[in-house]
């Protein structure tokens, strides 16, 4: 399709390995390209951050189609003076979450989308109890038929944990307690990810500071969602090629990659 002279434009969504694959097919025509790729989001949560919306937030971004969307929170980094409380907290709304068939209207997560999926979020789980961390809520499989993995928070996540590195896509939400917002901004741009990050935080100085040093194509600033017709879209690193559109989104190309803003 794409040796189509009629072809002037590629949008795809889905992992870097397959956007790698047609980024390459698309060179070979100059067929312009838009990437949403591979995810490892950071959602970031400090001292002064509103608790109840905080939890709120991270449900959505977290659980949104059970976890499986690229804009999934993967890792979540929360300050020392709240992180006891948003760790009980999660940890009990996570528990509450009913799984069951998508047909269900009970129904709060359903089933991953195959065995090798629920496969990869055990190994993961699994993995990152075995260096250290704690499960407070799941951690395992249900006694059921059907692909389910039970909605899982770990606390004292080690920053070795296979599930700080990889894309879980799945019901899981690792926390890591961080203390100064230097440190908050490094553990979450260490990653070849760069598509959506988090930030909850009462000041709005921080979270304008903090935005700006997170190395993500989109910011979600005091929400769980980051999907908006007039913000700009996009990924850096191997998330995909860097921002673009939103409502009169003012860009410029700075530092090999690009920075937008929409008024």
């Known amino acids: 399709m794409l ?3 009629r072809v002037r434009k590629l949008s795809f969504t889905g992992s870097t390995e397959v956007g790698r694959v047609l980024l390459a097919a698309a060179a070979r ?4 390209c838009s990437m ?6 950071p959602f970031l949560v400090f001292d002064d951050a509103d608790l109840d919306q905080a939890v709120d937030g991270a449900l959505v ?7 499986e969307a690229c804009t999934a929170a993967n890792r979540f980094y929360v300050q020392s003076g709240i992180a006891g409380a948003f760790a009980e907290r999660l940890a009990e709304r996570m528990g509450a979450l009913r ?5 269900d209207a009970g129904s709060d997560v359903g089933p991953l989308v195959n065995e090798d999926t629920r496969s990869k979020v055990a190994s993961l789980v699994e993995g990152s109890v075995a260096a250290g961390a704690r499960v407070l809520t799941g951690g395992a499989s249900p006694d059921r038929d059907g692909y389910f993995y039970l909605p899982t928070v770990l606390a004292e996540v080690p920053d070795s944990a296979p599930v700080l590195r990889e894309e879980i896509f799945g019901p899981v939400a690792p ?14 741009n260490d990653t070849e990810y760069g598509l959506v990050s988090y930030v909850y935080t009462a000041d709005l100085a921080r979270g304008m500071r903090v935005s ?3 190395d993500s194509g989109m910011v979600g600033l005091n929400r769980g969602v980051v999907s908006d017709p007039a913000a700009p879209f996009g990924g850096t690193k191997q998330s995909g090629l860097g921002r673009e559109g939103g409502h009169e989104g003012l860009f410029e190309f700075t530092e090999s990659k690009y920075v937008a803003t929409s008024w």
């Open 175 to 188: 926390l890591v307690v961080f203390e100064d917002e230097e440190r908050a901004v490094a553990l979450a």
């Open 29 to 32: 025509t100059v067929v312009n």
């Open 3 to 5: 040796d189509d002279p």
């Open 212 to 214: 700006e040093a997170l």
């Open 99 to 103: 799984i069951g068939s998508g047909l």
């Open 36 to 41: 949403e790729l591979g995810g490892n989001a």
């Open 61 to 67: 971004a977290k659980m949104r189609n059970g976890g």
